[in-house]
C-alpha cells in the first residue's frame, strides 16, 4: 500500500489569512514529502476560497521548489476549461522545471456554479465529453505535429512546446466514477481515482468492480493503479473526534450549496446549508461520518485501510481539506505518518 496526499489551499471563512493558509499547505506537503508520500494532489478550481487553485500548475510548480521526491499531480484538471494546446506546454513545462516529477490527472468537471462562469451554456453532466475529445489531443501534441478536427476544438497543425521531460508522456490518471470513465479510462491506459464522498464501504466496493469489469473488457491492457480518496482526521483520544466531525459538517453543508447551485456565495465563500433543512441528512449524520471516512486513532485507521487493502486498492489518498483548523490538520498528518504508515512498510 503506497499513500497519496490531496490538500487544497482552503478558508471556510476570512478568519485566517491567505498567507497562513500557503504556509501551512507547503508545510503539509513538505511533511509528506519526507514521509514517503507518492503523490500530492492539486485540484483546480475557480471563485471559490474552499478550494483556493486556478491553476493547479502554478501550485505543483511552487511545491516542487520545495520539495525533493514526492510526485506532483494535478486533480484534476477540469476539461471543459482547457485549449488542447494551452493544457499540453503547461503540463509539458511543469514537467520539464520538475525534473520529471508531473502526474497528469484529468477529469470532467464538478459544479455547475463554475461551468456557469467558465463555459457558460455548458452543463456539468456533459462535461465528460471534453475530457474524452481533450485527453487524445494533449497525447498527440505531446508526440509532435498535430492536426485536430473535433466537436469541441478545431486547430491546425501545431505541437506542445516544450515536451514533456517523461517518455512516452507523465503518468495519466482519470477521476472516475461512471461505468463509461472507467471505460474509457482503460482503453486509454489511463490509472484510475476514485472517491466516494462521505458513502460507505459499499460506493467503495462498487467503484471496484466497476474498475474490474473495466479491465475485462479491454484485453491486454496494462493493469492500472486503482487510487481511493477519503477525507481523513487521526486523533489520539476517541474524545477529540467531534472535532473533524463538525469541521466537515460545516464544509458539507458548503458544498451542498454549490452543487445546488443556489447563487447563495458571498466573495468566494459559500453559505452553510444548515443540514437539518436538507432531504439528504441522513448522509450528514455524526455516526455515519464517522464510520464512513478515514476517521479515528491511528489503530481504527490502520484497521480501516488494511479493509481497503484487501479489496484491492492501490493507494490510499489522504485528503487533509475539509475545514479542520491548521494545528489539527498538521497533528492529525503526523499521527499518520508516524503511526499508521509503519504498519504498511
Known sequence: MKFQLAINLERVDDTISMQDVARHTLEMVQLADRNNFSIVWAAEHHALEM??????F??????????NNI???????????????????EAAFT??????????????????????RMRPGLKQTDGWRYMQELLPAVKKLWQGDYKHDGDFWQFPTSTSVPKPTQTPHPPIWVAARSPITYDY????????????????HSEAELYKRLFEEA??????????????MRHTAVYSKEEDKEVPIK?????????????KNLGDVSNGFPKQIPL?????????????????????????IISKIKRYQAMGVDEFIYYASMGLGLKEQKRSLKLFCSEVMPAFQ
Open 71 to 89: 510526485r506532483l499531480g494535478t486533480g484534476v484538471v477540469a476539461a471543459p476549461y482547457w485549449h488542447p494546446i494551452r493544457l499540453a506546454g
Open 247 to 259: 469541521a466537515i459538517q460545516k464544509v458539507l453543508g458548503q458544498f451542498e450549496n454549490l452543487y
Open 58 to 67: 502554478q501550485i505543483l510548480t511552487w511545491w516542487g521548489t520545495h520539495t
Open 215 to 228: 479491465i475485462k473488457k479491454t484485453p491486454g491492457c496494462r493493469r492500472p493503479i486503482f487510487a481511493l
Open 51 to 56: 478550494t483556493i487553485a486556478p491553476n493547479p
Open 185 to 200: 479510462a482503460l482503453k486509454n491506459d489511463c490509472n484510475v481515482m476514485c472517491w466516494p464522498f462521505t458513502r460507505p
Open 95 to 116: 514537467d520539464l522545471i520538475t525534473e520529471g516529477r508531473l502526474e497528469f490527472g484529468i477529469g470532467s468537471g464538478a459544479y455547475q456554479r463554475e461551468f456557469d
Open 276 to 300: 437539518e433543512s436538507l432531504t439528504n441528512r441522513a448522509e450528514f449524520d455524526s455516526e455515519m461520518l464517522q464510520e464512513n471516512l478515514m476517521f479515528g486513532t491511528p489503530d481504527t
